[in-house]
Nanobody
């Protein structure tokens, strides 16, 4: 089982940057696929980015590719999301998710059994 806690959200102007962190506990973190999702008010939770347990592969939503970078440090049990060139439409609660499945890529909410509580990201225009 994996327990995850997000941090690093906040208020930033359009064009700015933020780095989100996801601290994980549990013996299976280093063998888990990790991902970031986000949910804007009135919208469904959507996939942002994912990374394999070895960090050998990453996958991005087209809406963030080229602006966001997902990474992980298994020695620190931590995953990151570096967000650059932020836009107002990036405003949402960002969630960290984990799965021990070996299927790749995992892009839907249903594929991830472990979730954090979320961290708010607000981008002002």
């Amino acid at each position: 089982q994996v327990h995850v806690v997000e941090s690093g959200g906040g208020l930033v102007q359009a064009g700015g940057s933020l780095r989100l962190s996801c601290a994980a506990s549990g013996r299976t973190f280093s063998s888990s696929t990790m991902a970031w999702f986000r949910q804007a008010p009135g919208k469904e939770r959507e996939f942002v980015a994912a990374i394999t347990w070895t960090a050998s592969s990453t996958y991005y939503s087209p809406s963030v590719e080229g602006r966001f970078t997902i990474s992980r440090d298994n020695a620190k049990n931590t995953m990151y999301l570096q967000m650059n060139s932020l836009k107002p439409e990036d405003t949402a609660v960002y969630y960290c998710a984990a799965s021990t499945s070996r299927i790749w890529p995992l892009l839907t909410v249903d594929n991830y059994p472990y979730w954090g509580q979320g961290t708010q990201v607000t981008v002002s225009s």
